[in-house]
């Protein structure tokens, strides 16, 4: 899968930050169900990796790291089976170790200069990150001006009440954000808010 395949599979990928007390599977049911495919596990507790393969399980899931920060990292969630790497941001050493893993790899880039430095590697599909604080919708419409083959997957301050304001532009192929699932949340919960975020392309 390209990187743009993998952007066009659902229109909002799932931030997720799974603590203690989470239930993976449960989780991921529920966005699957709901018509969110693409799952986002940001290594950012030590239950994220364990995640990452537990959720694979799921029928229908199509799991991947989030904020994976550098080539250990990288190596770390495809030993769970992550099936994609999204990064904050962009550096030359996290880009080639991505390149040669061949997985679909989404980096943040907030800049002119971010862009031209992952198009100078052969990218040409990013988080825009942070979305909201980097300028949010006008920033991507200037941005797409002179990089009209690049897509974003803005993400980082966008709500449910946002959302189909992000989705509307052309350079956006998918958002992303945290709103979907939070810290104690059911099945129905989010179940309910994963057919919202679907219905919205
Ligand atoms: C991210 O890492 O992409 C952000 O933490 C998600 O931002 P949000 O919580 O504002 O959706």
Do not use: Y
């Amino acid at each position: 899968m390209t990187a743009d395949e993998l952007m066009r599979v659902s229109p909002v990928i799932p931030v997720l930050v799974i603590g203690p007390d989470a239930d993976p599977v449960m989780i991921a049911e529920a966005l699957v169900e709901g018509g969110i495919r693409v799952l986002e596990v940001t290594l950012r507790t030590p239950q994220a990796l364990a995640a990452i393969s537990t959720m694979r399980r799921v029928s229908g899931a199509i799991v991947g790291a989030g904020t994976v920060l550098d080539p250990n990292q990288l190596q770390a969630s495809r030993d769970e089976g992550a099936e994609f790497i999204v990064s904050p941001g962009l550096t030359e050493r996290l880009g080639r170790a991505a390149i040669d893993s061949g997985l679909p790899f989404l980096p943040g880039v907030a800049s002119a200069g971010d862009i031209m430095r992952g198009l100078d590697m052969g990218l040409d599909r990013f988080k825009f990150f942070p979305a909201e604080s980097s300028g949010g919708r006008s920033a991507v419409k200037a941005l797409a001006a002179p990089f009209g083959q690049v897509r974003f997957c803005p993400t980082g301050g966008i709500r449910p009440d946002t959302a189909a304001e992000w989705l509307a532009l052309d350079a956006v192929s998918c958002i992303g954000g945290s709103w979907l699932v939070q810290p104690g949340d059911d099945h129905a919960t989010i179940l309910g808010r994963a057919r919202a975020a679907a219905a919205l392309r």
